[in-house]
């Protein structure tokens, strides 16, 4: 990789930020408080080719990588209007069928997906589990030729707007007995697969759901992948899924530093703008200098996603996660903070970044795991679990 952007990613950049700024956050905040998504700037963002630049140009996609799809949600969230579900429809869903979906899957679902005409969501935190993925009790079971599923999820993204859900169960290996993940593409309308709402503090046009599945037959072809590739699969997605919430943290700290800065520069309290002051003016740099960073690492991990490297990518893509999101919170607080009384109104649009930002802290895995999978895997430290 290059720490040089390429003059394509340049152009792509500038094009993604000409887009992002026509909507910005008063287009997102209007959608929240209408109970509206953001229907229109994802159907154009669709047709711009910008959903699926990572998927393959044979189904639709732009036959790029991770690292074009990162800077698409980065520069949106940098105009005040990401889309969150990049992070799952095009990134995840996308990714693990283009990886390792039968031909038919990849006809059926991802032209759809990379123009933004399909959406897909997925599945995989339930109530018991947490950050333990290898306590997932959803179960599938073979029946004649069919699967039946069976468990519940939480906290899922934008099943309302989905056509399908990529869930991930657990299959027995009849040779030892233990349950394996796999992947399985469940319809929107699915016989016992329903949906309920989670009432959130957080404010966004996507909403978190419950899900139930009870009992759901699937045909054969349902399943993503082979049965026994198990973790390989599932990581495939998870990766990508860590690279875009860097994305998105990034973004939405670019966002905040941006509107405190420019509040910074003409906000005049005495004699000179108070961003002449050094308590004002360091805080801000020192949050610039972290997002950089971050983005530094995000980039890296997307670079190492697009050269097959996956076990490269999967620490990155974890570390990538980690520093954006500790940016992310910071620099939305300080944003605020610099602000003073106007960083808590209405007008200015950043008191809901507080519990956005912490978010990225939380989901899709906590801090202190992203530390755990660092201490162990990286510096081969003891488990303590």
Request: charged residues 20%.
């Amino acid at each position: 990789m290059s720490f040089v952007e390429t003059r394509e990613h340049q152009d792509l950049r500038a094009a993604v930020a000409a887009l992002g700024s026509r909507y910005g956050r008063e287009y997102v905040t209007a959608a929240v408080r209408d109970g509206k998504h953001t229907d229109e700037l994802w159907a154009e963002a669709g047709k711009l080719g910008y959903l699926g630049v990572n998927l393959p140009e044979a189904y639709g996609g732009g036959g790029r990588g991770m690292v074009e799809l990162a800077v698409v949600l980065e520069e949106l969230g940098a105009a005040g209007c990401p889309l969150l579900l990049m992070v799952v429809s095009p990134a995840i869903c996308g990714t693990v069928i283009a990886r390792f979906g039968t031909e038919e899957q990849k006809r059926h679902w991802l032209p759809g997906i990379a123009a933004g005409t399909t959406k897909m969501a997925f599945g995989i935190t339930e109530p018991e589990a947490g950050s333990n993925s290898h306590r997932i009790t959803t179960t599938a079971r073979r029946s004649g030729g069919d699967w039946v599923l069976n468990g519940r999820k939480v906290f899922i993204s934008g099943v309302d707007v989905a056509d399908a859900t990529l869930i991930v169960g657990r299959t027995e290996d009849l040779r030892t007995g233990k349950l394996k993940p796999c992947l399985f593409i469940v319809d929107r309308d699915a016989p016992g697969f329903t949906r309920t709402p989670i009432p959130m503090e957080l404010a966004a046009p996507e909403k978190q759901f419950e899900l139930v599945l009870d009992d759901v037959r699937l045909p054969s072809d349902a399943l993503v992948g082979d049965e026994d590739a198990g973790l390989l699969q599932l990581f495939a997605g998870l990766n990508p899924e860590r690279i875009m919430t860097a994305a998105f943290a990034i973004g939405m700290g670019r966002y905040a530093l941006g509107r405190a800065v420019d509040y910074a520069r003409t906000r005049t309290v005495w004699r000179e703008p108070i961003g002449a002051h050094q308590a004002v003016a360091h805080p801000l740099a020192q949050s610039h200098i972290e997002v950089e960073l971050a983005r530094l690492m995000m980039l890296k991990a997307a670079h190492l996603y697009d050269s097959g490297d996956d076990m490269g990518a999967g620490e990155a893509a974890n570390m990538a996660k980690y520093a954006a999101a500790e940016a992310a919170v910071r620099a939305v607080d300080q944003a605020v903070h610099t602000l003073g009384g106007n960083g808590l109104a209405s007008e200015y649009g950043l008191a809901q970044l507080l519990t956005a930002s912490r978010v990225a802290r939380i989901a899709p895995v906590s801090r202190e795991m992203i530390l755990n999978y660092v201490s162990h895997h990286t510096l081969g430290l003891p488990k303590s679990y």
